[in-house]
């Protein structure tokens, strides 16, 4: 008599960004003043407008350059620790929906009329409280998308961040991709509770 197993499907390296990406977004919730450091030693490998990652000839160029950095460290130091986000399924294939799309289109941003972030949401479940999205364009490496979105250099509403820090957010799903411009995307969709459909 033989016996089958049928083994889980293998993650895929998106998947396995989007899990470290939430771990990131949780260690700067639940410790701002010590995700502080990284943000500092990030801060010490710029040049002008430009960030020079260690080991490499690549110039990042930014639209604030080290003062934004600056000014998300002194937030961190104020930020009370808030409790972490937990993982929301339904949540991640909402992200999953975008980084596809635009992975074929090249698009940028939050979608508009089917692929608006409620409209998607509201196709897999239903939310309560609250819901946000925070979109990260480039990075392929977990502490730079976290990093990425709580500096928010150009932004100057510093809506990514506040999405990070909003203590009604308590679950979230993320999904990261190919994009055809940026190389990489990671889509994070947050909300007050997410059941799906």
């Given at each position: 008599m033989a016996l089958l197993f049928a083994l889980p499907p293998k993650a895929s390296a998106g998947d396995d960004l989007a899990r470290a990406v939430l771990t990131e977004l949780n260690a700067a919730r639940a410790n701002p003043k010590a995700y502080a450091e990284h943000l500092r030693v990030y801060r010490s490998q710029f040049s002008g407008k430009y960030h020079i990652p260690p080991g490499t000839k690549i110039r990042y160029i930014t639209k604030e350059g080290p003062k934004a950095?600056?000014?998300?460290?002194?937030?961190?130091?104020?930020?009370?620790?808030?409790?972490?986000?937990?993982?929301?399924?339904?949540?991640?294939?909402?992200?999953?929906?975008?980084?596809?799309?635009?992975?074929?289109?090249?698009?940028?941003?939050?979608?508009?009329?089917?692929?608006?972030?409620?409209?998607?949401?509201?196709?897999?479940?239903?939310?309560?409280?609250?819901i946000g999205e925070?979109?990260?364009?480039?990075?392929?490496?977990?502490?730079?998308?976290a990093m990425q979105l709580i500096v928010d250099d150009g932004m100057p509403d510093r809506g990514h961040r506040k999405n990070i820090f909003t203590p009604d957010f308590?679950?979230?799903?993320?999904?990261?991709?190919p994009h055809p411009v940026f190389e990489t995307s990671c889509v994070i969709d947050f909300a007050g509770w997410f059941s799906e459909r």
């Open positions: 950095v600056d000014e998300a460290v002194c937030f961190l130091e104020r930020q009370r620790p808030l409790s972490t986000l937990g993982w929301a399924e339904g949540l991640a294939h909402v992200a999953a929906e975008l980084v596809r799309d635009q992975a074929k289109t090249g698009a940028i941003g939050h979608g508009s009329g089917r692929m608006e972030m409620r409209a998607r949401a509201e196709r897999v479940g239903r939310w309560q409280s609250t925070n979109i990260s364009y480039g990075p392929d490496d977990a502490r730079r998308v308590r679950v979230a799903g993320i999904a990261c991709g």
